[in-house]
């Protein structure tokens, strides 16, 4: 990446601060663009689903993986239920959705409930794993709620067969006037193919393990016996262990990384298989020196960018992101390591600024909130809004989950100290209610940025984007106007 004119800015900047100059192309389609990302993750899209407990669960994990991502399970989940979720993740197919199916004597009640937990907005009525009927929110309109699904439930269900192309899935679908159909094996179902999903099917590559099975990742903290969180966390089949803490350039993090990394390499040996470690977070290049050579692979960048955090406030640490990723990035692709990008996207824009600075991937937290994927329970305000509660996570939320083991004295000494809201509302947007509507929008975004560019890849793009520095007054000129002025 280069500055228009050459000019070296003279103060640090946000991705507010700056833009990307088009230049001469020969790249005429986004489509000829690659977003498949080198840090080893097996990411064919540069996005990472931060591990924040009210973003990143089951239904995100194996959503986002399906599209090219991959989510990263928070520290704060119990290792039995980290592991649960892994074989869910691994056993989910890489073009089918997994269906809400529901017993035929469920009441409409507890089944609407079950509705938003995926986006394709029908539920399933299964008995020995043969769907009977189809339940969507229409059926329960002005039906007592302790009606029985079977009663209600439309019959005239249309299935496809397993094994089939997207596009003939497409196909089926579209000449049936049909948005979702189960998809049956031997009369058994096996999953579930949406219009869209199809489509969808034909423009991203799943992110998935040597063994086809779709990605996910999960992280430990740096205190207790780290050693034997990350092999646990190993032996449970994660594709990449995050070491997380929000100041990554302590002695802590120091002591923790070679743990982690030996822990590594012991899977590595019995199984042939190195899983990449990523640890941070950091905000200059000393401290990426520094993790990675204490075992690093890819450090994440961001000290207060994030929606949730209040670090910046509260304490007068941080700094502005694009600044911290250009600077981190440069000493990481030095030591042959990479950097991913945590925190301050708000537009696809910044995506694809953070990519222009050299980030391999850039992960987003309380963008994600507000989809019906994240692990929340889908809540209307009194406009009859649609939201979902996300909260940071030095918030006193989740400091309560994180230390509930500990002594009642000891958790409510950290308490006193906590950062980041621990109550926000993040709406979801009717236009794009699901992860996947938003996924379309960033990598659309992105590799539209590939052809102003003349970018084919991701380090193609980091070396041909031109940054130019811009006001207020700039960036605001740049913002879409929805009415008239």
């Known amino acids: 990446m280069e500055f228009l004119n050459r000019l070296q800015p003279a103060h640090d900047l946000t ?3 700056v833009f990307m100059v088009p230049r001469r192309s020969d790249v005429t389609s986004r489509f000829d663009a690659d977003l498949s990302t080198q840090d080893g993750t097996g990411t064919t899209i540069p996005l990472v689903v931060a591990n924040m407990t009210a973003i990143s669960g089951r239904r995100m994990a194996e959503t986002i993986a399906r599209r090219g991502g991959i989510a990263i399970i928070p520290q704060d989940i119990p290792l039995d239920v980290v592991a649960a979720t892994v074989r869910q993740v691994k056993a989910a197919h890489t073009l089918y959705d997994t269906p ?8 409409v009640g507890e089944a609407l409930s079950l509705l938003p937990k995926r986006a394709h907005g029908a539920l399933l009525v299964v008995e020995d794993g043969r769907p009977l009927g189809v339940v969507t929110e229409r059926d329960g309109l002005e039906v007592d709620r302790f009606t029985q699904v079977h009663e209600v439930m439309s019959t005239d269900v249309r299935t496809v067969a397993a094994g089939l192309d997207p596009r003939d899935y497409f196909d089926a679908l579209a000449g049936s006037h ?3 159909a189960p998809v049956v094996d031997d009369g058994r179902l096996v999953g579930v193919v949406t219009r869209t999903g199809a489509l969808r099917s034909t423009i991203y590559t799943p992110a998935t393990d040597p063994d086809g099975r779709l990605v996910v990742g999960a992280a430990v903290g740096i205190n207790g016996d780290v050693r034997a969180k990350a092999l646990a966390l190993l032996e449970a089949g994660v594709d990449v262990l995050v070491v997380d803490t929000a100041h990554g350039h302590q002695h802590k993090m120091l002591d923790a990384l070679p743990l982690v990394r030996d822990a590594r390499d012991e899977v590595a ?13 950091v905000v200059s290049a000393d401290g990426v020196r520094d993790l990675v050579a204490a075992g690093a692979d890819i450090v994440k960048v961001g000290v207060g960018p994030g929606a949730m955090c209040t670090t910046r406030m509260m304490t007068g640490v941080g700094r502005p992101q694009f600044s911290a990723v250009l600077e981190c990035a440069a000493a990481a692709r030095e030591l042959g390591a990479h950097v991913w990008a945590d925190g301050g996207v708000r537009y696809p824009r910044d995506v694809a600024l953070a990519l222009a600075a050299g980030a391999a991937n850039v992960m987003i937290g309380s963008w994600f909130a507000g989809t019906l994927e994240s692990p929340g329970d889908l809540k209307v305000d009194a406009d009859g809004r649609a939201y979902k509660e996300s909260f940071g996570m030095a918030s006193s939320r ?26 926000s509302r993040m709406y979801l947007d009717p236009e794009r209610p699901g992860v996947e509507d938003l996924v379309d929008a960033i990598t659309a975004g992105v590799r539209s940025s590939f052809t102003y560019a003349g970018a084919r890849s991701l380090p193609e793009f980091a070396e041909r984007a031109v940054v130019g520095l811009q006001s207020a007054a700039g960036y605001d000129e740049g913002r879409p106007l929805h009415r008239s002025w």
């Open 15 to 17: 991705y507010s601060d």
């Open 100 to 107: 809400v199916t529901v017993p035929p004597s469920m009441t």
């Open 178 to 180: 049909l948005a979702v």
């Open 269 to 281: 040996a019995r199984t042939g298989r190195r899983i990449p470690v990523a640890a941070g977070n």
């Open 398 to 423: 989740a400091v309560a989950n994180r230390t509930r083991d500990a002594a009642g004295f000891e958790r409510a000494r950290m308490a006193l100290f906590e950062e980041g809201i621990s109550s």
